[in-house]
């Protein structure tokens, strides 16, 4: 062991203090500042004087106070315990720092991520004897009803796996020994330590090519997001983000979600809190908190560790991909990551880059997104897991030519577009649908068990956009020339796309029913609409008059079919006999 | 342990630069004695070997590097709070302005607080009733909320603020509003109305003012809000009181904090306001809330002039970024004298929905926004049409939207700033105004809604009615 590092406080600007006699220190590593112990990180050296930023409060502390280094970079702990936890950004247990500081948050509180006096029931799913690698899964845990926790072996342990026991265990216990080649003997624990900086290990990339459903309709239908893919979601305040990070992280078919919540608003977390023990998972019906991690490091917290928050969230996301299973991400909002970047470059006193922000944000952005990804997971059993990012921007003035939203959108391979404009209409959710786009569109046809019917939708999807696009154009020359001038056929064009975006793309986020769609109810309800824009038009080519479709009883039924449940969704294609009959009504009627 | 120093070497803006200091800590604060015995305050901003840096808030006009003593108080900036704090009219630094007695401290708070925990946090979901339409129906406000109302230069929001502290109630309590003002920056004028407003109603014995006007210094105004809201969570989490915080004008603020930026010669960002706004700002606006197991609460309402009624501007931006909505003025509905004067269409309030339905206000009231705000949306979208190509070149459809978009400004919007409207008589003008529209086109209202409210409004059932009565 070398000795410790200690040195002495020099400089302190916000949450940058600047410490000498720093020699052999390393960059990343985590220090203590003065005697209340405040976490920090060296974030630069200079000869023996190292800059670190502080993940609590600095008031109070001046020159000459203690700094001692730890000597190890800043870490999470992982293993059972994560599940229904939320932490702050450097992974400092809430609901336990509550129990002990009270409802307003203090200073130097140590608290470990992993609870230590808990017990686990340990099974092993390998016998004594074998030969192990990391990544191997040597046993699991019952964690909650969604989440079977793997327990790997850890990075740099290999060899004989000599002793391993079921039993209950704390996550600190031993529950199996190593023998290494040359004779060492390592004793595991539950428990495993990662640097948050660092991208833990996989076996192999592998292309995003399975949807990850969302249960929203303008989402899945037109802008969906793979298993393993990224997203960007850029908006002005108030245009829904949150709102779609919420809805992703109640409805995604993943198995594990993780929600990062940096330097956002306390009380969007306190909702996400009370809602997630309540609300059920449609697939399993168990509480969506049995598979959800929480990350809070609100706008009032400190802004360094806030900083560090998407990287906690990221950690924890990518151990439960290495066991095998699809783990969605999100974070609300990376703008405000970029800016405590900012916050400590400037107190750094670097060179800045465009709009203050240091030279090294693509590079950070990048590599973050970087870490999303399908994979063949790392030791055996093999096995895939996936790692899906969905990241809430938040651009000044919502003008998308920012920083943050360009340098996401280099490396994102989905976007969506929120506009005020949708938004002040309360047209939920407010994502563009003309500018928004995927990458992974080509695997939508997948989602269906019936392949016809995975066909089908692509046409219908190519359908109902063209409509779309062909909606905009005719409403610039309803802006030129009046409504009168367009033909019967194109103004039908456009009581048809109001449907598509009244009917299918507004969706309530609120409401019991509408909240979540299934992929097949989203198929029937998008077959319905444009069944009937068919049907009538061939009706107006034989004469009906346009406004007498318009005024059709079953366009109700049409309007009303998002409210329809799950479990009655015989009731649409009914609507389509119904439109059939109507329509033939109409034209016996005219003749 | 008192410090004194007469090493004063730079004073810049205003800063100042202090050396050969041993023992300052980051945040602490000092007084400055100036040649001719007068007091100025500061706050240290960045400690280095031994060299300080303080920001005055009374300004550096006067004192020279020579004569002036600083004295090093080891302590934050810090209230003396007791229950006597009611009542009462403070400066901008916490110091009593109103001639009364010096607070006889139960203790002394730090002005800067600590974050609430998240986990601690009660979800705000008590409707209080202002008996404002544009607001309680469209945009409702809980206990424990953030709303902004984004003004502009000559816009009514101090008769709207004042509406809202003198008729704010929740439903089917008694409980009184604590009102905690922070001036900033704003006239003699803006504040003595304020003022005379809760005179009148009695409010006045249950508030707590800190008073930074137009021609006090500036940057007294930083630690101004810090002060009204460390009063307000001692009354809020300590007395068990329902506070109402209104902070005006926030724009005044985020100025006094540019001016220190640029004075420290920092990168400046959007418009020259420091990189660290919204950290800054948030560490205001999110001392607004409701703690599970206190009783008490803080509501919050800043107000904010946006420069040149741009709200893409970095204050009103910001804000909006944390706060949980706004209420928006707009100069074109001022003009014609639409009074209040409320934007819908872009104003929100984020924490409505939990606050609202049957056994909050009535069953009907989230459909109802939703229908009143995609018809009013259509409107408007009309009124701009017409405008372009003017009312002939409008279809049916969109002739029938712009009258609803008119009445509505006329009947919902409008209204006095005396009148009080119970949730119930906006509710029921809502289903009124909708009641020109078929059931087709309310398609955001559920059916069973629908026929359970609209019949009463429809013009020709009503008819049917007065014919089957005859
Ligand atoms: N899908 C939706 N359904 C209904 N309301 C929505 C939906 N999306 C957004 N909203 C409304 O918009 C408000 C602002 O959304 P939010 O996600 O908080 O915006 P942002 O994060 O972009 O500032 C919400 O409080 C809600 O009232
Ligand atoms: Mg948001």
Redesign the pocket.
Known sequence: MSETIQGKVVKVAGPVVVAEGMTGARMYDVVRVSKLNLIGEIVELHGDLASIQVYEETVGIGPGEPVVNTGVPLSVELGPGLIESIYDGIQRPLESLYAVEGAFMKRGTDLPGLNREKKWHFKPTVEAGIKVNPGDIIGEVDESSLVMHKIMIPAGVSGTLQKITEGDYTVVQDIATVVAEDGTETQLQMMQKWPVRNARNVQRRLAPNEILRTG?RVIDTFFPISKGGTACVP?????????????LAKWVDAEVVIYVGCG?RGN?MTDVLTEFPELKDPRTGEPLMKRSVLIANTSNMPVAAREASVYTGITIAEYFRDMGMSVALMA??TSRWAEAMREISTRLEEMPAEEGYPAYLGARIASFYERAGRVQCQGGPEREGALSIIG?V?PPGGDLSDSVVQATLHVTKVFWS?QGRL?YQ?H???IDWLTSYSFYKQYLKNCFDDADQGLEMDNLVAEAMALLEKESNLLEIVRLVGAEALSPQDRFALETSRTIREDYLH?????KVD?YTSMLKQYEMLKTILFFHKQALKAIEAGVDINDISKLKVREDIARAKYIPQDEMEKIPQIRETIEKQIKELQAAGV | MLKEYQTVTEIYGPLMLVEKIDGAKYGHIVDIELGDGSKRHGQILQVENDKVLLQVFEGTNGIDVDTSTVRFLAKPLELAVSPDILGRVFTGLGVPKDGGPDIIPDKRLDINGNPINPFARDYPNEFIQTGISTIDGLNPIVRGQKLPIFSGAGLPHDEITAQIARQATVLGKGEEFAVVFAAMGITFEAAQFFIDDLTETGAIERAVMFMNLANDPAIERIATPRFALTAAEYLAFELDKHVLVILNDMTNYCEALREISAARKEVPGRRGYPGYLYTDLAMIYERAGRIKGKKGSITMIPVLTMPEDDKTHPVPDLT??IT??QIILSRSLHRQSVAPPVDALPS??????KGIGAGKTREDHADLY?QLYAAYARGKEAQELATIMGEAALSNEDKKYMTFANEFEARYVTQDYYENRSIETTLDLGWELLSMFDNVELKRIDIELIDKYMPRFRKEQKNEEAAKEE
């Open positions: 929203q908006g002005p305040f108030g245009t829904g983000k949150t709102v779609v990070q919420h809805q956002e969007e609300d909002s809430a938040s929120l938004a309360r939920f959710p407010a969706q309530n986020a609120f409401h909240t | 909006g970024y949980e909505g929100l309030s984020r924490l409505k929905d939703n």
